[in-house]
Nanobody
Framework: QLQASGGGLVQAGGSLRLSCATSGRTSGPSTIAWFRQAPGKERDFVAA????????VHADSVKGRFTISRDGAENTVYLQMNSLKPEDTAVYYCAAAESHIIISAMRSSTMYPFWGQGTQVTVSS
């Protein structure tokens, strides 16, 4: 199971930290990613991290503002979001894959069979 948390309402320029806790079958995924979906839009890739080695990928739209990381036990993945903009408003989902994913494919939602329930992030202007 994947449990996402940490969403909320924040003013533009503010920060939030999302958490994705893994347990059960998905407690040992190879890769965990964050995606987001705004109303009326497709689900977009935000960031991903390899459980072993810690390689990361970030979407161009969040580079320099968002950082994905994992805890030492590798059971929780975080998304630190700074300098938030109104266009960052969306439901944020964490997703996991047990099979190895090459870095060039980490942005694709089809690589992740396991998904959390989502957490709402709202950025006011």
């Amino acid at each position: 199971q994947l449990q996402a948390s940490g969403g909320g309402l924040v003013q533009a320029g503010g920060s939030l930290r999302l958490s994705c806790a893994t347990s059960g079958r998905t407690s040992g995924p190879s890769t965990i990613a964050w995606f987001r979906q705004a109303p009326g839009k497709e689900r977009d890739f935000v960031a991903a991290i390899r459980r072993r080695g810690g390689a990361t990928v970030h979407a161009d739209s969040v580079k320099g503002r968002f950082t994905i990381s994992r805890d030492g036990a590798e059971n929780t993945v975080y998304l630190q979001m700074n300098s938030l903009k109104p266009e960052d408003t969306a439901v944020y989902y964490c997703a996991a894959a047990e099979s190895h994913i090459i870095i060039s494919a980490m942005r694709s939602s089809t690589m992740y069979p396991f998904w959390g329930q989502g957490t709402q992030v709202t950025v006011s202007s």
